[in-house]
Nanobody, 124 residues
Framework: QVQLVESGGGLVQAGGSLRLSCAAS????????MGWFRQAPGTEREFVAA????????YYTDSVKGRFTISRDNAKNTMYLQMNSLRPEDTADYYC?????????????????WGQGTQVTVSS
């Protein structure tokens, strides 16, 4: 069982930055692919980024490439999402998720554990 807790959301102006964190319980954090997803009101939850457990290979959806950076610290059981050059369309609840194994995925149903979400609001 893995418990995930996100933090770092808030209100920021367009062009600003935020850093989200996801703290995980358990002793096998490095065994999980970790992902960030987001969900705006009235829309489906969508993939943002993922990072593998071993080599830390990263994957991004096209709309955040060059602006967001996903990273992890396995010693601290924590994953991060550095978000720069934020846009109003980035406004959403952001969720971290864990997928057991080494194969990454952008599909929500491939992830085994989810956090409760943290809200990000970008004003224009």
């Amino acid at each position: 069982q893995v418990q995930l807790v996100e933090s770092g959301g808030g209100l920021v102006q367009a062009g600003g930055s935020l850093r989200l964190s996801c703290a995980a319980s358990g002793r096998t954090f490095s065994s999980y692919v970790m992902g960030w997803f987001r969900q705006a009101p009235g829309t489906e939850r969508e993939f943002v980024a993922a990072i593998s457990g071993g080599y830390g290979t990263t994957y991004y959806t096209d709309s955040v490439k060059g602006r967001f950076t996903i990273s992890r610290d396995n010693a601290k059981n924590t994953m991060y999402l550095q978000m720069n050059s934020l846009r109003p369309e980035d406004t959403a609840d952001y969720y971290c998720a864990a997928r057991l194994g080494s194969i990454w995925s952008r599909r929500t149903y491939d992830y085994n554990y989810w956090g409760q979400g943290t809200q990000v609001t970008v004003s224009s």
